[in-house]
């Protein structure tokens, strides 16, 4: 079994055991998260090989090239192009330059919350965003019908619209929070938050 990765000169070594490759049961193990994260990228709107990419990076550990990817996950050079450039957008992955190598290399982010934060991010910016600007829209649209006749059902439309709206404009303002620099704070309070029982956290371990 091929276990490394020679097209760029990045051999992908079994850290227990100095000077040897990847073992079977690490890149097996490897393997399992990229499906895995790949599987799981469907859910969240995102192109799986972009997921897979970015697992693939991840888990690794290691800056890899565009060859490295493709050979690794068996997929087109256009493919891995594209994912690179997307996964570069959302700041999750970097690129990364070797002394006397002219290719290009890739890292990820070894973060997890801040791997998060930047998924936070994009998904409010392309899904929450334009669903507010809509709302605001109908919302306005409401108001008006309330000046002419009906006025009650408008009223009554109304407040859905604005209950919908005000969770939302929450749901935003929590986002924002959390992708902004002082993010760090609440992944601090969701930390200790989850380590007390009384608030229907940690309870499953309280059972045992």
Request: glycine content about 6%; hydrophobic content about 40%.
């Amino acid at each position: 079994m091929d276990s490394g990765y020679a097209i760029c000169d990045t051999a992908v070594m079994d850290t227990n055991v100095p000077n040897s490759p990847m073992n079977e049961n690490l890149r097996e193990a490897q393997d399992r998260f990229v499906a895995v994260w790949g599987q799981m990228a469907g859910a969240w709107g995102i192109s799986r090989t972009m997921a897979e990419v970015h697992a693939l990076l991840y888990i690794s550990g290691q800056a890899l090239c565009t060859d490295d990817i493709m050979e690794r996950l068996q997929i087109s050079r256009g493919n891995a192009s594209m994912s690179l450039r997307a996964l570069l957008d959302w700041n999750i992955v970097s690129r990364v330059t070797k002394r006397g190598d002219r290719k290009e290399y890739f890292e990820a982010e070894q973060d997890v919350w801040a791997l998060f934060r930047a998924i936070v991010r994009e998904r409010m910016n392309r899904e929450v965003d334009p669903l507010l600007a809509s709302l605001y829209e109908i919302r306005d649209m409401t108001a008006k019908a309330e000046k002419g006749k009906g006025e009650d059902a408008s009223a009554q439309q109304r407040e859905r619209i604005d209950n919908m709206v005000a969770f939302f404009e929450t749901l935003e303002k929590l986002s924002q929070r959390f992708v902004s620099p002082s993010g760090k704070g609440l992944q601090l309070a969701a930390t200790m938050l989850s380590k007390f029982p009384d608030l229907g956290f940690g309870a499953k371990e309280e059972a045992r």
